[in-house]
T-cell receptor, first 114, second 111 residues
Framework: IAGITQAPTSQILAAGRRMTLRCTQDMRHNAMYWYRQDLGLGLRLIHYSNTAGTTGKGEVPDGYSVSRANTDDFPLTLASAVPSQTSVYFC?????????????FGPGTRLTVL | DQQVKQNSPSLSVQEGRISILNCDYTNSMFDYFLWYKKYPAEGPTFLISISSIKDKNEDGRFTVFLNKSAKHLSLHIVPSQPGDSAVYFCAAATNDYKLSFGAGTTVTVRA
């Protein structure tokens, strides 16, 4: 049972380049989330999806876009990367939307934008 | 502006003793609180939660206490074990879809 997988594990990216972080879950969870973790700030929600076909903005959505074409996949795209997007990115999912449902996290993607 | 604050970035405790992690929040609308644990190179995992209608929730060695008037919660780990060495995140939520996380406290349990 894989749970949540994220790819790549790490990436170094030149500023201005486009990058898509991949997230796949095999638990048939309805809700999925993208967070970024920065030192001294904890995890901050970027975008979320309560169910396939819907997405919403989190706390820090600027510079990021998401899509949810099916239940399993929730890719995060940086259209034109900037150094301030250097961070560790975590994808998460929960059976149902809402904070009362436990969120399961992937192992993270470490992204460095130069 | 961070609404959830963990003012101690690190904590060192001897094996077998109690670990106490603290968390303060500013948003009085928060009604659900969680603790997550994170090992290096892994994603956070859920540890324990508490609703605002309670002031204590216990699960094995882990107990969370909530003081709503002080906007403060704490996590007690008794007894601390080497496997408890990790980063602990406090999180809080209103009745929407978004968790607000603290910056984390790194716990080191010394043998």
């Amino acid at each position: 049972i894989a749970g949540i997988t994220q790819a790549p594990t790490s990436q170094i990216l030149a500023a201005g380049r486009r990058m898509t972080l991949r997230c796949t879950q095999d638990m048939r969870h309805n809700a999925m989330y993208w967070y970024r973790q920065d030192l001294g700030l904890g995890l901050r929600l970027i975008h979320y999806s309560n169910t396939a076909g819907t997405t919403g903005k989190g706390e820090v959505p600027d510079g990021y876009s998401v899509s949810r074409a099916n239940t399993d996949d929730f890719p995060l795209t940086l259209a034109s990367a900037v150094p301030s997007q250097t961070s560790v990115y975590f994808c998460a999912s929960s059976e149902l939307a809402g904070v009362y449902n436990e969120q399961f996290f992937g192992p993270g993607t470490r992204l460095t934008v130069l | 502006d961070q609404q959830v604050k963990q003012n101690s970035p690190s904590l060192s405790v001897q094996e077998g003793r109690i670990s106490i992690l603290n968390c303060d929040y500013t948003n009085s609308m928060f009604d659900y609180f969680l603790w997550y644990k994170k090992y290096p190179a892994e994603g956070p995992t859920f540890l324990i939660s508490i609703s605002s209608i309670k002031d204590k929730n216990e699960d094995g060695r882990f107990t969370v206490f909530l003081n709503k008037s002080a906007k403060h919660l704490s996590l007690h780990i008794v007894p601390s074990q080497p496997g408890d060495s990790a980063v602990y995140f406090c999180a809080a939520a209103t009745n929407d879809y978004k968790l607000s996380f603290g910056a984390g406290t790194t716990v080191t349990v010394r043998a």
